[in-house]
């Protein structure tokens, strides 16, 4: 199992900033991934919110570019622009035809060059980070469960105990000072990673963030490096809310994202857990009949312990207690999947790591993934040989070496 080889042409400025090109001279786009190495992790735990925040200042205008004019501009152009943050980094990205580049990489530098952070734009954007959290998180169904996931594994006082959207008591708290700080630590072109992928020459593209990025000053970031796991200690925790059914989660510590057994957790999860012919569906909806549906997910860290989680809702009249039992009787008796299940595995992770390359966002996308996980965007011209390099045994001792397990269940109000 091989991958369709990309060529990646590295290029490293004055000032500290990455540049990582993949040319396409066939593509009729060229994408921009301009990642930050700053994440919620790098928050003073009693001043949560903050790269999140950035997130959204980022596009409130710069010493050449009105609030809002980055994103209008690009999208009058027939372009695409967005960004997200997560517990490691901020990432912005755009695609636009491929004579729109030198346009989208000024708005970039004057933006990393000059941001306007003024009182007005912060007292705008912690409105608008506000209404966010109201809307994704306090007033939908299971909008909290992230939370509640992570705070039994991660005490609050952890870099990892809090999710990037942060605590709105935190930012009313912050001042324009605070905030600036924040800013002038990590927004620096040495703490950035950027990828250029489509119908662009090296030579150009080079040339061109030579041009626009290379007299900003840098500053050199705080030095990092990998966080102390929290004591895994099991927990038991019942929630009642506003939801339409009860769900039951098993969560544990997994590996860091660049330990080759994350992978292998990464496989294990989607063989118990992803789709109808997985392993707890068949077992636990069709044999068993305890579950509607179930579910896993690995929420990825970078510096320290990850998160696994599996989910299931249990069948109409089923104990929630009867469901964590069978759910836990399948972990303990799974000992890898066997042949079928890992050419399965496989072809899954293969169709979904080629639809990602079917774009030129989403080849800059991993690449930079790979840039900022494994320290080379090289990384993903392998990434095909490695998962098919992943045996049953690895994925059994990745399943298996889940400690401190966490139970939790999410009631409805009504239930009893």
């Given at each position: 199992?091989?991958?369709?080889?990309?060529?990646?042409?590295?290029?490293?400025?004055?000032?500290?900033?990455?540049?990582?090109?993949?040319?396409?001279?066939?593509?009729?786009?060229?994408?921009?991934?301009?990642?930050?190495?700053?994440?919620?992790?790098?928050?003073?735990?009693?001043?949560?919110?903050?790269?999140?925040?950035?997130?959204?200042l980022m596009f409130q205008g710069s010493a050449q570019v009105a609030p809002g004019e980055h994103m209008a501009t690009?999208?009058?152009?027939?372009?695409?622009?967005?960004?997200?943050?997560?517990?490691?980094?901020?990432?912005?990205?755009?695609?636009?035809?491929?004579?729109?580049?030198?346009?989208?990489?000024?708005?970039?530098?004057?933006?990393?060059?000059?941001?306007?952070?003024?009182?007005?734009?912060?007292?705008?954007?912690?409105?608008?980070?506000?209404?966010?959290?109201?809307?994704?998180?306090?007033?939908?169904?299971?909008?909290?469960?992230?939370?509640?996931?992570?705070?039994?594994?991660?005490?609050?006082?952890?870099?990892?105990?809090?999710?990037?959207?942060?605590?709105?008591?935190?930012?009313?708290?912050?001042?324009?000072?605070?905030?600036?700080?924040?800013?002038?630590?990590?927004?620096?072109?040495?703490?950035?990673?950027?990828?250029?992928?489509?119908?662009?020459?090296?030579?150009?593209?080079?040339?061109?963030?030579?041009?626009?990025?290379?007299?900003?000053?840098?500053?050199?970031?705080?030095?990092?490096?990998?966080?102390?796991?929290?004591?895994p200690r099991p927990t038991r925790r019942v929630v009642r809310g506003q939801v339409p059914h009860p769900l039951v989660?098993?969560?544990?510590?997994?590996?860091?994202?660049?330990?080759?057994?994350?992978?292998?957790?990464?496989?294990?999860?989607?063989?118990?857990?992803?789709?109808?012919?997985?392993?707890?569906?068949?077992?636990?909806?069709?044999?068993?009949?305890?579950?509607?549906?179930?579910?896993?997910?690995?929420?990825?860290?970078?510096?320290?312990?990850?998160?696994?989680?599996?989910?299931?809702?249990?069948?109409?009249?089923?104990?929630?207690?009867?469901?964590?039992?069978?759910?836990?009787?399948?972990?303990?008796?799974?000992?890898?999947?066997?042949?079928?299940?890992?050419?399965?595995?496989?072809?899954?992770?293969?169709?979904?790591?080629?639809?990602?390359?079917?774009?030129?966002?989403?080849?800059?996308?991993?690449?930079?993934?790979?840039?900022?996980?494994?320290?080379?965007?090289?990384?993903?011209?392998?990434?095909?040989d490695e998962v098919s390099a992943i045996r049953e045994q690895d994925i059994a001792e990745a399943v298996a070496a889940?400690?401190?397990?966490?139970?939790?269940?999410?009631?409805?109000?009504?239930?009893?």
């Amino acid at each position: 199992m091989g991958d369709p080889h990309q060529v990646i042409d590295r290029h490293r400025l004055d000032n500290g900033l990455e540049l990582a090109v993949m040319p396409d001279p066939r593509s009729p786009a060229v994408a921009i991934n301009l990642s930050f190495v700053v994440g919620s992790v790098d928050e003073d735990p009693h001043a949560t919110g903050f790269a999140h925040l950035f997130e959204h200042l980022m596009f409130q205008g710069s010493a050449q570019v009105a609030p809002g004019e980055h994103m209008a501009t690009i999208e009058s152009l027939g372009g695409s622009i967005n960004a997200y943050t997560s517990s490691d980094r901020t990432v912005y990205h755009e695609t636009v035809p491929p004579g729109a580049l030198e346009l989208a990489l000024w708005l970039e530098a004057d933006r990393m060059r000059s941001l306007d952070i003024s009182r007005t734009n912060l007292d705008a954007q912690r409105d608008v980070v506000a209404q966010e959290k109201a809307q994704r998180y306090d007033n939908r169904p299971y909008g909290d469960l992230l939370e509640l996931l992570v705070a039994q594994h991660f005490p609050a006082s952890h870099p990892y105990g809090h999710l990037p959207i942060g605590s709105m008591a935190h930012l009313a708290e912050a001042d324009l000072a605070d905030v600036t700080a924040f800013h002038e630590r990590w927004y620096r072109p040495s703490n950035a990673k950027l990828v250029i992928c489509g119908g662009v020459t090296t030579r150009a593209a080079v040339d061109l963030v030579e041009r626009h990025f290379g007299d900003i000053e840098d500053v050199a970031v705080p030095e990092r490096g990998a966080l102390p796991d929290p004591e895994p200690r099991p927990t038991r925790r019942v929630v009642r809310g506003q939801v339409p059914h009860p769900l039951v989660f098993t969560s544990w510590l997994g590996p860091r994202a660049d330990e080759p057994s994350h992978l292998a957790l990464d496989l294990g999860l989607g063989i118990l857990g992803d789709g109808q012919a997985s392993r707890l569906h068949r077992r636990l909806v069709k044999e068993r009949a305890v579950a509607q549906e179930t579910h896993t997910f690995l929420l990825s860290n970078l510096r320290g312990a990850s998160l696994a989680v599996i989910q299931a809702r249990p069948a109409e009249g089923k104990d929630p207690d009867e469901v964590t039992a069978a759910l836990e009787e399948e972990l303990v008796s799974f000992n890898g999947p066997d042949a079928q299940e890992l050419d399965r595995a496989r072809a899954r992770a293969e169709r979904d790591w080629l639809e990602e390359l079917a774009t030129v966002a989403g080849r800059a996308a991993v690449a930079a993934d790979a840039w900022l996980t494994h320290g080379d965007p090289e990384r993903m011209n392998s990434h095909l040989d490695e998962v098919s390099a992943i045996r049953e045994q690895d994925i059994a001792e990745a399943v298996a070496a889940r400690t401190g397990a966490g139970l939790l269940h999410y009631l409805p109000e009504e239930s009893k």
